[in-house]
């Protein structure tokens, strides 16, 4: 498996910014991309998959797989579906793949929360995203609780992508990052 990647980092002010992010990368993602998304509790991880959802046009009603591990949300315009996948409770990838993900992965976008270090074998080329609002906590909002609902948490988070293997190469890249960082101008704009 190819393991080039590329990567860049931005400052997403409030969740209107996180939305704008999430809804622009959801324009951009085809059937076979694989998101790996990581944060802390109340980084906005539900928030961003929510708005890629709209971007990709599929059926509302995304929420946290944490109980079931995996909802399926099929496309309302004959685009790729999405999976969405809450793995913090399984173990590697041997838990991952009684997921049965193989079987799906073609013809959906599958996002997989906490699956850093568990699903990185079920292709060549994912993006890895990182939702972090403790790296901003001290300078914006010092007595944050960490358990909050992630509404409750209209506060900056720092977003960073890491594009990695042949689907992401340097043209499809260039163009993901440009629209990412114009949709979050916007979003900002809007706010």
């Not at 951009?28 to 929510?50: E, P, R, V």
């Not at 946290?64 to 399984?90: K, M």
């Not at 013809?107 to 990182?130: A, F, I, N, P, Y």
Request: glycine letters at 8%; a negative charge.
């Amino acid at each position: 498996m190819s393991e080039t990647s590329k990567e860049f980092t931005c400052q997403l002010s409030n969740l209107d910014a996180t939305e704008a992010l999430g809804t622009a990368l959801g324009t951009q993602l085809q059937a076979g991309d694989l998101i790996i998304l990581t944060g802390a509790l109340g980084a906005g991880k539900t928030t961003l998959t929510q708005s890629l959802g709209l971007g990709l046009k599929v059926r509302e009603g995304i929420i946290s797989p944490t109980f079931v591990l995996a909802r399926q949300h099929p496309s309302l315009v004959g685009g790729p579906g999405l999976i969405h996948v809450d793995a913090y409770r399984l173990k590697d990838h041997n838990d991952v793949d009684t997921l049965d993900l193989e079987s799906t992965l073609a013809e959906s976008v599958t996002v997989v929360e906490w699956g850093l270090g568990k699903v990185e074998h079920l292709t060549d080329s994912r993006l890895e995203l990182q939702l972090d609002r403790e790296a901003l906590a001290a300078t914006t909002t010092p007595n944050v609780n960490p358990w909050e609902e992630e509404a409750d948490l209209d506060e900056p988070r720092l977003f960073t992508l890491k594009a990695i293997g042949p689907r992401w190469d340097e043209p499809a890249f260039e163009q993901l990052k440009s629209t990412l960082l114009e949709a979050v101008h916007t979003g900002e704009l809007h706010a």
